[in-house]
């Protein structure tokens, strides 16, 4: 901030060329370096997050035929947004910006691989310099605005459609993990505690997600799958009969011997996610066959479509911040242990906990939770948060189908908002991450069966 306001200020002194070269000079840099610095897991976290989620929104209003018209105003008609069989209403937008926050996580990720914990100095990178990385966030996203049209054409076709079918089996994989891990958390609570708090927290919450998915499936069949929607019925009716499958399947006696914690816990999540997807699916599909009763107001609609942007970013940058340190807790002290156990064992000598609870004592943060050891591995982390960025880029351009309509909004000029996720294209994803959820849970479930020596240690 300091920085800032001497920026503004030093005109009056010296002219512009001093007030640049105070705002990149050594003590100005370090203030605004030193001003931002988080010693904190989480907090960077948040950081990254927000980063995300205003390049997400960045990325969105490119797609409004206002923000392209401004573009190619302010670079004097330098940039231009059309694709050579027609206008692409922002798809070339949106990947460049999405394409910039891609090469900030994969810089970051190279130049933070093999990094242990926060005492080395390659740390101070992914935890603390936020003014530095903002620029380096923002020049990328200027430069990528003077790359050819021809390399984000083979961009979006190839290489963001494989990043972002990367970070959708990812999330699968992960919610089945975190299905299979939640009831085992309670389970180990309930035996350990001897109290029923964990017992019934399990059986209302399996009942409750059972229950609601049964809810969504009639909504579906009432509202978007009347006669003459064969396509939402199909959607529906199969996922009703696979959710009955494999809540069967868990509690089967072959799959009860090989995992005696399987059961309608793990189903239950898996049912209420899938099911939430057809939801979404048949709740945004276009209305071209009459059978989707939320696409029939003509009201104002700008309110709704911005919300609904603003939450879908919410949501996927607090699921790519989560994904991205999924399972990496339970390492945060392996540093610390592996030196307890090499004195015992007698390959370093006692003397060594006392030096590295010297270490502890000088010159740390109290809020540094990573001094032995990462919480999560951060070149992972930019990893998922760059295959995120190439899965937004797709979910904002309807995996590269664009449909643009007009707004109209009381009191102004029509205007064009992108719906996300509108297209028959996005609505297939949907439909089929939905599938492929039921396979990995079911492939989870069989797994131990076929192949018991593989799981022995594990159930």
């Not at 199909?234 to 509690?251: G, Q």
């Not at 899938?274 to 066959?289: G, H, M, R």
């Amino acid at each position: 901030m300091g920085a800032a306001l001497s920026c503004i200020g030093l005109p009056a002194l010296g002219g512009i060329g001093s007030c640049l070269a105070s705002c990149f000079s050594a003590a100005a840099c370090s203030l605004a370096c030193k001003s931002c610095n988080c010693n904190n897991s989480v907090a960077t976290r948040i950081g990254y997050a927000i980063i995300f989620l205003l390049n997400s929104i960045i990325a969105w209003l490119m797609l409004s035929s206002w923000a392209i018209q401004h573009i190619q105003r302010l670079s004097l008609d330098y940039l231009k947004m059309d694709c050579p069989e027609g206008t692409c209403y922002g798809i070339i937008a949106v990947h460049r910006v999405c394409f910039a926050l891609v090469l900030f996580h994969t810089l970051m990720g190279l130049l933070l691989l093999g990094v242990q914990d926060s005492r080395q100095s390659r740390s101070a990178l992914q935890n603390g310099w936020w003014g530095p990385k903002i620029l380096v966030w923002l020049l990328l996203l200027g430069v990528s605005f003077f790359i050819p049209n021809g390399f984000f054409l083979v961009w979006g076709n190839y290489f963001a459609l494989i990043g972002a079918a990367i970070f959708i089996l990812f999330g699968l994989v992960l919610l089945v993990d975190f299905a299979h891990s939640w009831t085992e958390r309670c389970l180990e609570n309930w035996e350990n505690d001897g109290s029923n708090v964990w017992k019934n927290i399990l059986i209302f919450g399996t009942l409750l997600m059972f229950i609601s998915s049964i809810v969504l499936t009639v909504i579906m069949y009432v509202y978007f799958a009347p006669q003459g929607c064969s396509l939402n019925q199909f959607y529906v009716t199969l996922n009703l009969i696979l959710a009955f499958l494999i809540s069967l399947l868990c509690i089967t006696p072959s799959i009860q011997e090989a995992n005696v914690r399987s059961g309608l816990s793990q189903s239950s999540i898996v049912v209420i996610y899938c099911t939430y997807l057809v939801l979404s699916a048949v709740a945004n599909e276009p209305n071209d066959k009459e059978c989707n009763p939320l696409r029939k107001s003509h009201g104002p609609q700008t309110t709704t479509i911005v919300l609904g942007a603003v939450f879908t970013f919410l949501a996927v940058a607090y699921s790519t911040s989560r994904a991205a340190t999924q399972g990496m807790d339970s390492s945060r002290m392996s540093r610390r242990e592996h030196l307890i156990a090499s004195v015992e064992n007698g390959t370093l000598p006692r003397s060594a906990l006392y030096e590295e609870e010297e270490e502890e004592e000088e010159g740390y943060d109290d809020r540094d939770d990573e001094r032995f050891g990462l919480v999560y591995n951060y070149s992972f982390f930019h990893f998922v948060f760059a295959i995120a960025a190439m899965y937004v880029g797709m979910l904002l351009t309807n995996w590269n189908t664009i449909i643009s309509e007009e707004v109209k909004t009381p009191g102004q000029d029509d205007s064009d908002l992108i719906r996300i996720g509108q297209s028959y294209t996005a609505v297939w994803v949907k439909i089929v991450s939905g599938w492929i959820c039921y396979i990995i849970y079911t492939w989870s479930l069989v797994a131990p069966v076929l192949m018991p020596d593989r799981f022995s240690d594990t159930y």
